[in-house]
């Protein structure tokens, strides 16, 4: 059996922003209880709050982390069961730094841990996680002669207050299909639609069982073929929104009345429009393969748009150095500044309801207002070479008229008629292509001749 403590395996599963592994190969509640005192040490924390999903392994290493918290000298606040957005409300709301037990949207053989300072400020590589992970390789969990004590906390009621207090729902009766696909908005959607109350909301619940073997489809809805569900069961009722989440809720997808999917890019215009509304001038952050019907939406209501690359860490970096209001990304992650700037989808989900409610528009008409150039969706292709293959892309587009290039994160290319960036991805051998353009058929030419340059065809 792997010994998860190895140098080797713990350096494979500390990523970028958190640590992700599979259960139990390579990550137990052995580690669980290292990275425990190993946070505690490297953040100085006195107190902690934990918080986990539905997973069936998440509640021994949630317990497990803790063990290595107390023993170094930090009391812990155990949540229990939680979305990782409420985990990042109890962080600010208790003024605690915290930890989660999530592996999002992972398949359910896999389990994480995503970590922050006190108010939900993230924890990545650069910031505290390479020295908890150092921590653990050298085996030398600090201990206290004075050992922390435990306490529960139930704040999933005071976590569906303050959300309902940032976008109240007021207005016409909605009838809302919600899949949580078995995870955690299982728990917090009907706690946040409870309040709402039958008179604003009719609520039809799809897989709202907490199950972690995820029998349904997987929570990850920024794959099509999981919404699949959701989109026949809007028709069905005759609803007037869907929403889905992925396993830690954190983030939000919308399905229209029509059941047709809304890009998140729609969806971050729509809010950007909203916390303008309300703090006219603001900036609101985006990143750079949203689509740039964003950044002209902010300006053309007065706001100032800034440009991220792709990615947590950036986006509330950015959000803390311009005091943005709010911050969105393609892949359905929603950050607010009055929530910490943390992403909720929940929050998310609850702009696109108040919007709606104030309307006599269904959901299509009203997120077509934000909608002005046809999206390729992620694209992936497996190279040997990505540097090889950027090189022949920049060289192909370099010297095109009227195009511009920049190297935020890989490669974007701009035109008039359209635009797409190419970057890698941070863990295997893929390139990620986002396109857009003035209409279909403009996306559809430019996407399909950039594959062709790095699959190996000719443009």
């Given amino acids: 059996m792997v010994d998860t403590l190895s140098a080797e395996n713990v350096h494979a599963i500390f990523k970028a922003y958190d640590v992700r592994g599979l259960v139990p190969e390579q990550l137990d509640e052995n580690l669980a209880r290292a990275v425990g005192a190993a946070y505690v040490a490297v953040t100085g924390a006195a107190k902690v709050v934990v918080g986990h999903d539905m997973r069936p392994s998440s509640p021994g290493m949630a317990g497990a982390f803790a063990e290595g918290a107390t023993a170094a000298g930090a009391d812990v606040v155990l949540i229990g069961l939680a979305s990782t957005d409420q985990l990042y409300f109890a962080s600010g709301h208790l003024g605690l730094p915290g930890a989660m037990f999530t592996a999002s949207h992972n398949p359910a053989q896999y389990n994480g841990i995503k970590m922050c300072r006190t108010h939900a400020q993230p924890i990545g590589l650069d910031t505290g996680l390479a020295e908890i992970r150092d921590l653990v390789v050298a085996g030398h969990a600090p201990s206290s ?30 009838k809302v299909v919600v899949d949580a696909g078995n995870g955690m908005a299982g728990l917090t959607a009907p706690a946040v639609f409870e309040r709402l ?32 569900d959701l989109q026949a069961r809007v028709l069905a009722e005759g609803a007037d929104i869907g929403l889905a989440f992925d396993g830690d809720a954190d983030r939000c997808f919308l399905v229209d009345e ?38 002209e939406i902010v300006t053309e209501l007065g706001g100032t748009p800034v440009r991220t690359r792709v990615g947590h860490s950036f986006i509330k970096a950015t959000m803390a150095e311009t005091d943005a209001i709010f911050g969105g990304e393609h892949s359905g992650h929603f950050y607010f500044r009055d929530f910490w700037r943390a992403d909720s989808g929940m929050l998310a989900a609850l702009h696109a309801l108040a919007a709606l409610a104030e309307t006599d528009q269904p959901l299509s008409a009203l997120m077509a207002q934000y909608e ?42 701009s035109h008039a008629d359209w635009a ?25 030419a430019i996407r399909d001749e950039v594959l062709g340059l790095i699959r190996g065809g000719g443009a």
């Fill in 145 to 174: 002669p004075t050992p922390g004590t435990l306490t529960e906390h139930d704040v999933l009621e005071a976590y569906a207050a303050h959300l309902l207090s940032l976008a109240p729902v007021v207005g016409r009766r909605l």
């Fill in 197 to 228: 109350g039958t008179d604003a909301v009719e609520l039809v619940p799809m897989y709202f069982e907490l199950d972690g073997s995820f029998p349904n489809h997987e929570a990850n809805p920024i794959d099509e073929e999981n919404l699949r």
């Fill in 258 to 295: 029509r059941g047709q999917a809304v890009s998140p890019s729609t969806l971050t215009a729509l809010i950007a429009a909203r916390e303008l509304a309300k703090e006219p001038g603001s900036t609101v952050i985006h990143n750079l393969i949203t689509s740039r019907a964003v950044p």
């Fill in 372 to 413: 002005r150039y046809p999206l390729s969706g992620e694209v992936n292709s497996t190279v040997d070479d990505t540097a090889a293959v950027l090189a022949r892309l920049e060289e192909e587009y370099g010297s095109r008229e009227g195009v511009t290039l920049d190297h935020l994160d890989g490669l974007s290319v």
């Fill in 420 to 444: 797409f960036n190419v970057r890698p991805s941070n863990t295997e051998p893929l390139l990620r292509l986002n396109a857009e353009g003035r209409d279909e058929a403009t996306m559809a």
